[in-house]
Each structure stands twice: as C-alpha cells, then as structure tokens.
C-alpha cells in the first residue's frame, strides 16, 4: 500500500489525497457528465457542507478527504469506495 500512495503522492495533481483523480474520472465518466456543481449539490443532500471549490479542491488533491467522506463520495456518484482508492483490491485502475 505505502508504494501505491507514493506513486499517486507529489503527482501533478497535489498529495493531500490519493482520492481526488478517481472522483474526477468517475464524475465525468457518465453520460452525460456530472459536474463538481452536481457533486455538490449530491454531497449536500447526503449531509456534508461542501460546494463546488471544495469538489475541485478534492480533484486536484488539493484538500485531504477523511475516510467518511470517502464513502460519501463513493455513495454520491453511485460506485464503490474501492474504485476511489487506486491499488485496492476491487478497483478499476
């Protein structure tokens, strides 16, 4: 595991989370895509005070992401926490 977060860590896209690419691909993954004001909105409903900067923050690992809101996220765009979390078992990458 350490291996896989230091190949996702320092990445152009930040290293407060290993978390933020995957929400991103699964975002826009759908036609047609949701967009971080979407998320948002999704996230809101579901109980967590976040907005449209908060997703992009999170996309580019530019904010760390707790293991709640983990699965909050999952939860909002309809997949699996493990496809979130690359080099577990059960994702996509």
């Known amino acids: 595991m350490r291996d896989v977060v230091a190949a996702h860590a320092g990445g152009v896209m930040g290293d407060l989370n290993i978390v933020g690419r995957m929400v991103r691909r699964a975002r826009v993954a759908p036609t ?12 809101q409903m579901l109980g967590w005070d976040i907005d449209r900067f908060g997703v992009s923050k999170i996309e580019r690992g530019a904010r760390r992401v707790t293991d709640r809101e983990v699965l909050l996220l999952a939860e909002a765009l309809g997949i699996s926490v493990a496809v979130l979390l690359p080099g577990v078992e059960g994702s996509r990458e």
């Open 32 to 43: 047609p895509r949701v967009t971080q004001q979407a998320l948002a909105v999704r996230l």
